[in-house]
């Protein structure tokens, strides 16, 4: 069935370096790439997103990149900040139908050490 | 610009009880998807509603019905409930897009349901 794996499950990194979250997705038809960040007692906010006819997106100190042939799509978080502290997943939908649903993987908690 | 907005915030019930959770959409979104979050783990899909019926559905029971209204708000019940229901109902809307075309998909903050 539908499934993404999400790695690594905790991320604790130097204010200042680079972070990287990696995903794989089993459904081939998957064509949409959304990546969430949540906050304690907050909803997942919405930082970037890829479709299938795009290998790689940057929006200032956030990339994401998918590799359509492996199945795998990653975010790269560059000069972290102690506010990147905070869960992040990633998520993958096809459009078949129009439905939009979303599978998530597990989820990385990330901690920026200043 | 209001996003999406969810009530009550917090909600304790027993076994065996039913609940109604709330939810506004972004505005301009017309399109209301539902999911639940365990503790730990990443959202799961329950449903989704556009022009007020059920579009798709997740590997959740029949306990778990929903609506949706002119307005495009929509409701989220659960019937029976049962310990493991606890989690976070997370509702996230978009605006439909062209067939086989997603659109991002908004969430808000939840409504953190207990069950003793």
């Known amino acids: 069935g539908e499934n993404v794996e999400q790695h690594p499950s905790t991320l604790s990194v130097q204010e200042g370096d680079s972070a990287v979250i990696k995903c794989t997705y089993s459904?081939?038809?998957?064509?949409?790439f959304p990546w969430y960040k949540q906050e304690l007692g907050k909803g997942p906010q919405l930082i970037i997103d890829?479709?299938?006819?795009?290998g790689e997106k940057k929006d200032q100190r956030i990339a994401v990149t998918l590799n359509k042939t492996a199945k795998h799509f990653s975010l790269h978080i560059t000069e972290t900040q102690p506010e990147d502290s905070a869960v992040y997943f990633c998520?993958?939908?096809?459009?078949?139908?129009?439905?939009?649903?979303?599978?998530f993987g597990q989820g990385t908690t990330l901690q920026v050490k200043p | 610009d209001a996003g999406v907005t969810q009530s009550p915030t917090h909600l304790i019930k027993t076994r065996g009880q039913q609940v109604t959770l709330r939810c506004s959409p972004k505005?301009?979104?017309?399109?209301v998807s539902w999911y639940q979050q365990a503790l730990g783990q990443g959202p799961q899909f329950i449903f989704q509603y556009y022009e007020e019926e059920e579009r798709q559905r997740g590997n959740f029971p029949d306990r778990f019905s929903g609506h949706q209204f002119p307005n495009y708000s929509s409701e989220l019940n659960v019937n029976a409930l049962l310990l493991g229901d606890s989690a976070l109902y997370l509702c996230a809307s978009s605006l439909r897009g062209r067939r086989n075309s997603n659109q991002p998909q908004h969430f808000g903050d939840g409504t953190r349901l207990s069950i003793l």
């Open positions: 890829i479709r299938s006819n795009v």
């Open positions: 459904d081939s038809a998957s064509n949409y």
């Open positions: 998520a993958a939908s096809h459009g078949s139908g129009n439905t939009g649903k979303l599978i």
């Open positions: 505005s301009g979104h017309d399109t």
